[in-house]
Nanobody
Framework: QLQASGGGLVQAGGSVRLSCAAS????????MGWFRQAPGKEREIVAA????????YYPTSVKGRFNISRNNAENTVYLQMNSLKPEDTAVYYC?????????????????WGQGTQVTVSS
């Protein structure tokens, strides 16, 4: 089970930190990702991290603003989001992947959290 938290309302230019706590699975075996879905849009990946935490992936849209990290001792993955823009408004989901070598491949993500809303006001 993956439990995401930390969303809320923030002004443009602000920061939010999302957390995703894992239970019932061997956390260190799974690469982890954060995705988002805005109304009327497809779900997209915004960050991913490999099992060890040594390799990360970001799409161009968030690179330099978002940072993913994980604490394997606490079975938690984080997403630090800085310099937020109104277009970052979405429901954010964490997910666990089965493939440590294709972090950006949505099809490889097997387990999903329930999502947390982030709203960025202009």
């Amino acid at each position: 089970q993956l439990q995401a938290s930390g969303g809320g309302l923030v002004q443009a230019g602000g920061s939010v930190r999302l957390s995703c706590a894992a239970s019932g699975l061997r956390f260190t075996a799974y690469p982890m990702g954060w995705f988002r879905q805005a109304p009327g849009k497809e779900r997209e990946i915004v960050a991913a991290i490999d099992r060890s935490g040594g390799f990360t992936y970001y799409p161009t849209s968030v690179k330099g603003r978002f940072n993913i990290s994980r604490n394997n001792a606490e079975n938690t993955v984080y997403l630090q989001m800085n310099s937020l823009k109104p277009e970052d408004t979405a429901v954010y989901y964490c997910a666990a992947s089965l493939n440590n070598y294709q972090l950006r491949a949505t099809r490889e993500y097997r387990y999903w959290g329930q999502g947390t809303q982030v709203t960025v006001s202009s």
